[in-house]
């Protein structure tokens, strides 16, 4: 079950929210969340379930033991060797053994629903506690902490004394409530109008035989869109569902198509997961504090690790590496300078769409020799075949068009002025434009336009 699913939207979410309002009482209303979120994530699956619980036992009692013995590194060490143990052998396994080795098994063990980000959770819980920068709660709350539905399958990544702090002090106010089902409603339109149309652009470029010039650069612009939209989208849903529930959690994206640099886009993508490669790894291994050639080297490990948890492919060690190289290249200009100026910062805007786009082609191509031949498509000019003409003429429907051209616009920050001079209109407005989203929202999943978000399967 997915959060843009019909028995989701029709029956799971209704009825948790209602109950949710009905229930007296903040511990009655979290043992509501925890019990929704077991059955949520029971979806993907049993054995999925009993792993998350498996490694919810495993960290809390890691946790006790840490706070007992703050002073040792052993614990800590041994702890967070065996959370990267087990996302290694669902995730990374059988591509080490089949892609790496070259040996043919028939295992194949596979991986729980977002067992990147609650691995990454448990590490981050666990560090903390080490750190002394928060306390192991109670086993429900971590429980609550690890499996809570808007967020168990693609984050945003919080940090543990974050969601405890919100879970004892919640929001339940009408206020916030409105305001959380509007996010939810935006982030499902993000997906299901946008994402889903864009994607489907990009699946006949990237899963077809065909290629031209202008197949690369729709299959490119495509794809860049959509992973924008539905991940942004995803987050959207999640913060919304949170504050419905009078919970909050961090801004994970926040424009990061106007980025004048692949640093500054860091910043502004996935920030969750950039922020805690940051705290748990970047800064670990010195960080920007032993002069430039190591700065080049740490930042180089960090994105090449985050392009090896993205997926257990060729292609995703080649993206990462790609990002590594040019933000540690960028060390070394002064890219502040550049960019304050507005002739530098049009073409760092350029140079950075460009890079991130050229990095999104791999990290979505079937193999990395899938990805450069579109990259090499994209620059040398590979004439137009009948076959690839009658594809374009297949993707260019009304509604790509209008997605395409949305798409475009809404990567910028243009709602929040609007809203910012419409103060007074900005409330009813917000409401009548929601309705009519979530109109065409059913209306899409009605027509069968269903896609699982591209992130669930990290």
């Known amino acids: 079950m997915n959060t843009d699913s019909v028995v989701f939207l029709s029956c799971f979410l209704p009825v948790t929210v209602l109950l949710h309002r009905l229930i007296p009482g903040r511990k009655f209303r979290s043992t509501l ?8 994530y ?13 490694s919810a036992v495993m960290n809390y009692l890691f946790a006790k033991l840490i706070a007992k013995n703050r002073g040792g590194k052993i614990l800590p060490t041994l702890a967070v060797v065996a959370n990267l143990a087990l996302l290694i052998a669902y995730k990374y396994l059988n591509f080490f053994v089949q892609d790496v080795l070259g040996f043919q098994t028939k295992l ?12 990454f959770k448990s590490i981050s819980y666990l560090v903390d506690i ?23 399958m693609a984050g945003p990544i919080t940090r543990f004394e974050e969601f405890c702090n919100t879970l004892e002090q919640p929001d339940t106010g009408f206020d916030t409530f409105a305001q959380g089902l509007r996010r939810f409603v935006i982030g499902l339109s993000k997906k299901l109008l946008l994402a889903a149309t864009l994607g489907a652009a990009a699946d006949h470029v990237f899963g077809g035989e065909t290629l031209s010039t202008a197949l690369a650069w729709v299959g490119a612009v495509s794809y860049l869109l959509q992973i924008y939209f539905d991940f942004s989208g995803y987050s959207d849903m999640a913060i919304g569902l949170g504050l419905a ?42 960080g920007n504090r032993k002069g430039k050639c190591r700065t080049m080297l740490n930042k180089v490990i960090v994105f090449t ?11 995703f060690l080649v993206w990462g590496l790609w990002h590594g190289l040019f933000t540690a290249l960028e060390s070394l200009l002064p ?13 760092g805007h350029i140079y950075t769409l460009l890079v991130v786009m050229l990095g999104f082609v791999m990290f979505r191509a079937q193999s990395v020799e899938q990805g450069l031949q579109i990259i090499c498509a994209m620059f040398t000019g590979t004439p137009a075949i009948p076959s690839a003409t009658v594809l374009l003429h297949r993707i260019f429907t009304g509604e790509y ?13 243009l709602i929040p002025s609007a809203n910012a001079r419409l103060k007074r209109l900005a409330e009813p407005l917000s409401w009548i434009f929601c309705a009519f989203l979530f109109v065409l929202c059913l209306l899409k999943l009605a027509s069968g336009g269903f896609a699982p978000f591209i992130y669930a399967q990290f």
């Open 42 to 54: 029971s979806f993907g699956g049993l054995t999925g379930l009993a792993i998350l619980l498996i």
């Open 130 to 152: 080490y750190r002394k920068k928060t306390n192991p709660g109670s086993f429900w709350q971590f429980l609550l902490y690890l499996s809570f539905f808007p967020q168990v």
């Open 245 to 286: 529930f009078g919970l909050t959690a961090p801004e994970n994206f926040r424009y990061p198509y106007i980025a004048p640099s692949v640093g500054d886009f860091w910043r502004r993508w996935h920030i969750s997961l950039s922020s805690w490669f940051r705290d748990y790894l970047y800064i670990p291994l010195g």
């Open 335 to 347: 890219t502040k300078k550049w960019v304050g100026r507005i002739p530098g910062r049009i073409v």
């Open 33 to 40: 969340l925890l019990v929704a979120s077991l059955l949520f």
């Open 108 to 119: 194949s063990l596979i991986a729980p629903l977002g067992i990147s980000f609650f691995t």
């Open 305 to 315: 690790l985050c392009g090896i948890w993205h997926g257990s492919a060729w292609t």
């Open 401 to 413: 068009v209008f997605a395409l051209l949305s798409g475009a616009v809404l990567c910028l920050p």
